[in-house]
């Protein structure tokens, strides 16, 4: 493996009081990580240095372009002071799946995982421990090519970010307003929904502007061809609980395959309960409602855990789920995974890695 290189920062930032509000992707740590990537040489000169502006010319293909990929994830102070990451490996894995689908060159996963525990190691004291706080890290990659011309980078660059956040909803796990979107579509099978990828979250934000206008918290996604089949929630998966079956849309290249989606349906196939990914239609789900059998509805992803959805809306049917309540089940799902990220519930399935 490659040695990384650290510079500690002469001038450390003051952190965070205790307690004081950390608005989400606002403040950044003392330290971030970087490598180069040079068509011929590969991934090279990994280091670590002081947080600060990166020089690139205006011509760098991904301002232009987008080719750029990222990651979320968190690191939790325990409650025992230790410092864990929720399966930083499948972060890894998916950041490389998005890399294949944008022509960016792939990295040693296992290397990265260290270099993310050797950064979050060094900037240790800026994990909060607040309730519900945490460290969100973020890896990107970017093409950085002074060409304007359409093609893959030949130099990128591989950075990781660190921001100490707050409870992603202060005033605790309160059910959301969501609308079905029918003007916009995020994604179609064969794009790039499945990636990470800068182009979706520009592609989201016409549709997420004016949602939050109408005092709605983000919009359903349905499939961008027929407009039918559900997809996910803004930066959520999404399930459903219809009589005592739960379901969430299956992965077929649109929407992103979530860490917290795939440790739901582990979780609750691990306590026996019947969880199905198919396809799903918004007329099955307004059905379901119509005739009381759609008991919870909830999204899933790193930022907020689990984000329940008390009240649907779909043209002019409004669905009110759970009487816009937590359900059980959402509920036993935020406590388990919580749980098991604050170090505060036996990690019985081995997601958790210590940070050093
Ligand atoms: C990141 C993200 C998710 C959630 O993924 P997690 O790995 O659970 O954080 C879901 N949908 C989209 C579009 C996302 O960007």
């Not at 649907?312 to 406590?335: C, R, T």
Request: glycine fraction near 10%; proline fraction near 6%; charge should be negative.
């Amino acid at each position: 493996m490659q040695e990384i290189k650290v510079e500690l920062t002469k001038n450390p930032k003051e952190k965070p009081a205790p307690g004081a509000p950390l608005p989400f992707g606002t403040i950044f740590t003392d330290h971030m990580f970087i490598m180069d990537y040079d068509l011929g040489q590969g991934w090279h000169d990994p280091r670590i240095v002081p947080y600060g502006p990166i020089e690139m010319e205006p011509s760098a293909m991904c301002l232009h372009y987008g080719q750029s990929v990222f990651e979320g994830m968190k690191a939790y102070r325990a409650v025992d002071g230790r410092i864990l990451l929720f399966r930083p490996d499948k972060n890894m894995a998916r950041l490389n799946v998005s890399n294949d689908r944008l022509c960016i060159p792939q990295i040693d996963e296992k290397f990265a995982e260290k270099a993310i525990e050797k950064l979050v190691s060094i900037d240790r004291d800026w994990v909060p421990s607040g309730e519900g706080a945490s460290l969100y890290i973020r890896p990107f990659i970017i093409g950085v090519d002074p060409h304007v011309g359409v093609h893959p980078a030949h130099h990128l660059m591989f950075m990781v970010i660190c921001c100490p956040v707050g409870a992603y909803y202060p005033e605790g796990l309160n059910p959301v307003k969501i609308y079905v979107e029918k003007n916009y579509v995020r994604a179609v099978r064969g794009g790039m929904g499945y990636t990470k990828t800068a182009g979706n979250y520009a592609a989201s934000l016409k549709a997420q502007d004016e949602a939050e206008k109408q005092d709605y918290t983000q919009v359903l996604w349905l499939d961008g061809v027929e407009r039918k089949y559900i997809e996910e929630v803004g930066t959520m998966n999404v399930f459903f609980v219809i009589d005592d079956e739960v379901v969430t849309p299956e992965l077929q290249g649109s929407i992103l395959s979530g860490i917290t989606r795939m440790s739901c349906i582990d979780m609750m196939r691990h306590w026996g309960m019947k969880v199905t990914e198919r396809k799903i239609s918004i007329d099955e789900v307004a059905r379901a409602a119509q005739e009381g059998r759609l008991k919870e509805a909830f999204g899933s992803g790193t930022a907020a855990v689990i984000s329940p959805i008390g009240h649907l809306k779909w043209g002019d049917v409004v669905m009110e789920i759970n009487k816009g309540e937590i359900g059980p089940v959402s509920q036993k799902l935020y406590d388990t995974l919580t749980g098991i990220q604050w170090g505060k519930v036996k990690d019985e399935f081995g997601w958790t890695v210590e940070v050093q």
